[in-house]
């Protein structure tokens, strides 16, 4: 099932920045991705939490930079 | 060089389908319908400008602007800079021609003592607050009303987060939730005073979705972004559909279905006693869907039914039925035999004098829809869910007949019609059309253009498709500052003996540039500095297709001819535009006397899609003072 997020993940960080989904790797990072600035940032994370039906915490977001981050973040709110 | 071919985009609607309401699609279409200006037209520029940040907002506007057919392209000015912005003469809001300028001021950013101080505040003093935010926010649609053409939409405020007094609200002197309510009618009465300012209701969106599900604390906390990302796409949608309302001329027919749309079962095989209608569910569904439909005649929408069944049959259902909320009379138009929809349809439009884009069709059966759908592409055909029960909100949410405002004539349209039909019954008696415009005892008048009809003139630029000579579409701010500038912009009314047509016709001349001063000095009585010109050309001539045939046409131009002669000028230009619809005005100018100017079509143009480009006409004034042409058809009354 954690293969199913990790592309689910992947998929909807492929939607929001534009990315074709073999460009998405699970060590992809912000600073490897020009589209994702500040104001990708906020439609990446309601992207997400829309996709999974969780909420982030607020302490989260800023720190939610790279594909490991979001998974783990996923992980620690229960998502399989 | 070697051309590379890229694989041609997927069509529109094929992305569209896509939408599942989720951010990542609404983002992902957003991208996949850029440079569409092959399906969608030239990208309307819509500017927000706002007390929080809105570019959030850019997947969601993008994409519902889709929806309804257009391309945008917002821009959205720094947050809380809304002064600034609209003052600035040299800055980015001008930077190109605005399509629409939204302001959204939210007291929670401009007044909290208003809103979480609430409690603290003296009635007087509430309102005191209250009146400034009007006014401040009304300083700013002026400003830039006087900067820019733009059409302008206002955010009305949402019901707030929370109450500030809690469970006491409602007991106060003055309630939040009526100062909230006292302030959008401030808002709503102050912008009517302004051209082409409308309300945007955020309030209604809010209460759509719940004040819950509307706000989001966290994304305003961290991005200023008040509003959930549900709540974004719903007020992207509302602006959509708000914003086609104002460049687009809605339906006017809504095409009604008799089986298990207006009643229950079928009732031919049902009979009168067997059909649902009244009383229990299911009755009930379908009693309320036509008080909904009751609703879209009230505001001006004409009713018509297109049903297979005997007719014998449905004047007997409308005679006896006790359950019926519309009655036989409410519809302009019947179409109930075995013929096929599109059939039936045809005969509609052709009956009422109107294009098929007039008209909307509500079936419930799908096989029919999809009939006219492939048959009669111009028709908007709603889609239907299954139940009755979801019947009235699919004809609300169609958005088929949206009107930004209501005027005397669209309340009294549905009687306008029925004194038609009378009226087409003394033309089946008479023995020539003179006879018959005779008998019509038509009184026509004629005034200059003022802030009383200037709603409705604006409403008949914006619709009137086939006898239009040019189909400009000119807002009130536009035609405000022609005025200003030297036109001659004239209404006209017609009554006949069988009732008030309302207004039905318009005509805007404007002074020709560079024709100079007129050769007999007679000054200008229009205000303007300098010459007068030696000639006037008439920007846009039209006339609801209600008149057409009449030659009230004639009345109107000769108004014209007397005042253009008036302020100077010699000549009159009479310009034709072709379009797809305009076919009924080819020949006006040629009618009236007018040659062509060199380039234009010597031949009859009834044929238009063969005409490539726009014709000229020309019209010498005499140096006499012209008079009314005399008439027999009807009289003329020019009373401004």
Redesign the interface.
């Known amino acids: 099932m954690t293969d199913d997020v990790n592309a689910r993940v992947q998929?909807?960080l492929a939607?929001?920045l534009?990315l074709p989904p073999g460009q998405i790797r699970p060590d992809t990072h912000q600073k490897s991705v020009p589209n994702w600035d500040s104001?990708h940032h906020?439609?990446l994370l309601?992207?997400l939490e829309?996709?999974f039906t969780v909420?982030i915490d607020?302490e989260d977001?800023l720190e939610l930079t790279s594909v490991p981050a979001i998974l783990a973040c996923l992980a620690r709110l229960g998502v399989r | 060089m070697i051309a590379v071919a890229s694989p041609a985009p997927p069509p529109l609607a094929e992305l569209l389908a896509e939408l599942d309401g989720t951010p990542a699609s609404y983002l992902r279409l957003a991208r996949g319908i850029e440079d569409r200006s092959a399906e969608l037209g030239a990208p309307r520029r819509i500017a927000l400008l706002a007390s929080f940040t809105t570019e959030l907002l850019a997947p969601y506007l993008v994409v519902e602007a889709a929806r309804r057919q257009f391309a945008a392209a917002p821009y959205f000015a720094p947050f809380g800079q809304i002064e600034q912005v609209i003052l600035d003469g040299a800055g980015p809001l001008y930077a190109a021609p605005l399509d629409l300028c939204v302001i959204a001021v939210r007291l929670e950013d401009t007044a909290p003592a208003l809103v979480d101080g609430f409690v603290g505040l003296s009635g007087d003093e509430a309102r005191r607050q209250l009146a400034e935010h009007v006014a401040r926010i009304c300083a700013c649609v002026r400003a830039l009303r006087q900067r820019s053409a733009a059409r302008v939409l206002v955010w009305n405020q949402p019901p707030p987060r929370r109450l500030a007094a809690g469970l006491a609200d409602p007991g106060l002197a003055l309630a939040q939730a009526t100062l909230v309510a006292e302030c959008n009618r401030a808002l709503a009465a102050e912008l009517a005073a302004i051209p082409d300012a409308y309300v945007f209701d955020a309030h209604r969106v809010a209460t759509e979705l719940g004040t819950a599900a509307f706000y989001d604390a966290k994304l305003a906390a961290l991005a200023r972004m008040p509003f959930s990302p549900r709540a974004q796409a719903a007020l992207a949608a509302q602006l959509a559909r708000q914003a086609a309302a104002l460049w687009r001329a809605p339906c006017k027919v809504l095409v009604l279905d008799l089986d298990n749309t207006l009643w229950g079962g079928v009732l031919g095989e049902d009979g009168i006693a067997g059909i649902a209608l009244g009383g229990d569910y299911p009755g009930s569904a379908f009693t309320a869907f036509q008080r909904v439909v009751a609703s879209y005649r009230d505001r001006g929408v004409l009713l018509a039914i297109a049903s297979k069944n005997n007719e014998a049959d449905v004047t007997e259902a409308f005679a006896q039925h006790t359950g019926l909320v519309l009655r036989w009379d409410d519809f302009v138009a019947r179409q109930i035999h075995w013929n096929d929809k599109a059939t039936s349809l045809r005969a509609i439009a052709a009956e009422l004098n109107l294009g098929l884009d007039a008209l909307a069709l509500f079936d419930d059966n799908p096989v029919e829809r999809a009939w006219v759908r492939r048959e009669l592409p111009e028709v908007t055909v709603i889609d239907v869910p299954a139940s009755p029960l979801g019947y009235g909100d699919a004809l609300d949410a169609s958005g088929a007949f949206d009107l930004v405002t209501i005027t005397r004539e669209d309340r009294e349209r549905t009687r306008l019609y029925q004194s038609d039909q009378a009226r087409q019954r003394l033309a089946d008696t008479a023995g020539s059309v003179d006879d018959f415009l005779r008998a019509l005892a038509m009184r026509i008048s004629i005034g200059a253009i003022g802030a009383d009809t200037l709603p409705r003139v604006v409403q008949l630029l914006a619709k009137t498709n086939q006898f239009n000579t040019t189909t400009r579409r000119h807002g009130q701010a536009e035609l405000e500052a022609m005025i200003a500038s030297g036109a001659i912009a004239l209404w006209m009314r017609v009554e006949d003996r069988f009732g008030d047509n309302g207004l039905v016709g318009v005509a805007i001349a404007v002074p020709e540039p560079g024709t100079g001063s007129n050769p007999v000095g007679v000054a200008m009585q229009t205000g303007t500095t300098g010459a007068a010109p030696a000639a006037f050309r008439i920007d846009s001539f039209l006339m609801s297709c209600r008149v057409l045939g009449r030659r009230a046409e004639h009345a109107l131009l000769g108004a014209i001819a007397r005042r253009a002669h008036a302020a100077g000028a010699r000549a009159l230009i009479g310009e034709f535009i072709p379009s797809k619809k305009n076919a009924p005005a080819a020949d006006f100018y040629r009618d009236a006397g007018f040659t062509p100017e060199p380039g234009t079509p010597a031949a009859g143009m009834a044929d238009v899609t063969a005409i490539a480009a726009p014709a000229r006409w020309h019209l010498a004034l005499p140096d006499r003072p012209a008079s009314a042409p005399p008439s027999d058809l009807f009289e003329v009354l020019e009373v401004s």
């Open positions: 998929r909807t939607k929001v534009d104001l906020v439609h309601t992207a829309a996709e909420s607020p977001w």
